[in-house]
């Protein structure tokens, strides 16, 4: 079975600082992992995903994140925060085959100017 | 490429109604899955459509039940509404293939549709 834990629902940076949003899997098969976007009132926008190639991704926005097997996580970072990047963020998780995803229950990004 | 669309944007109901929710996959794609996502909480997974039947469900009632038509839209259907069946409903949609070892099942997501059930 697979499963997401997000570390803090809310977190607030200021702009120009570091984001870290914090996301730990649990699966017993090699995951795929993927962290996605919400701003108000809309679907769910994919930031990034890993695939087992590379272990530390890129993705849209300035947002990077590395998948570390030993910790089972795969925490979302990005080096500057800007104002348009306060939304809700989601990981999630599913395998190779694996017909759904398996959402953490998110964290709130707050930008404090 | 418009992407995968659903309606309504909005929908209200009362207890005990039925409803009926729509959505368009992404041009190409064959494979719609159903998320709820409550207020404050992630999306949890309803059930997912490929050739036309419900390949895998998660943990919901039997009052969710859906569709899938040759052209692979889909509909979610919801009976007996309860009050705790409000919420925002996702779908997404994928391209179901060949998998080999680096192959992986890409979702995108729609706008949702909020169903209020007062």
């Known amino acids: 079975a697979q499963s997401v834990t997000q570390l803090g629902s809310h977190v607030s940076v200021s702009e120009g600082a570091l984001v870290l949003l914090r996301c730990n899997y649990s699966s017993s098969v090699p995951p795929y992992l993927f962290w996605y976007v919400q701003y108000p009132n809309q679907g769910l926008q994919l930031l990034l995903k890993y695939t087992s190639a590379a272990t530390l991704v890129k993705g849209i926005n300035g947002f990077e994140a590395e998948f570390k097997k030993s910790e089972t996580s795969f925490h979302l970072t990005k080096p500057s925060a800007h104002m348009s990047d306060a939304a809700e963020y989601f990981c999630?998780?599913?395998?190779?085959?694996?017909?759904?995803?398996?959402f953490g229950t998110g964290t709130s990004l707050t930008v404090i100017p | 490429d418009a992407g995968v669309t659903q309606s309504p944007t909005h929908l209200i109901k009362t207890r005990g109604q039925q409803v009926t929710l729509r959505c368009s996959p992404k041009s190409g794609h064959d494979t719609v899955s159903w998320y709820q996502q409550a207020l404050g909480q992630g999306p949890q997974f309803i059930f997912q459509?490929?050739?036309?039947?419900?390949?895998q469900r998660g943990n919901f009632p039997d009052r969710f039940s859906g569709h899938q038509f040759p052209n692979y839209s889909s509909e979610l259907n919801v009976n007996a509404l309860l009050l705790g069946d409000s919420a925002l409903y996702l779908c997404?949609?994928?391209?179901?293939?060949?998998?080999?070892?680096?192959?992986?099942?890409?979702?995108?997501f729609g706008p949702g549709t909020r169903l209020t059930v007062l």
């Open positions: 459509y490929y050739e036309e039947e419900e390949r």
């Open positions: 997404a949609s994928s391209l179901d293939g060949f998998w080999d070892t680096t192959s992986y099942n890409e979702q995108f």
């Open positions: 999630a998780v599913s395998v190779l085959g694996g017909n759904q995803f398996y």
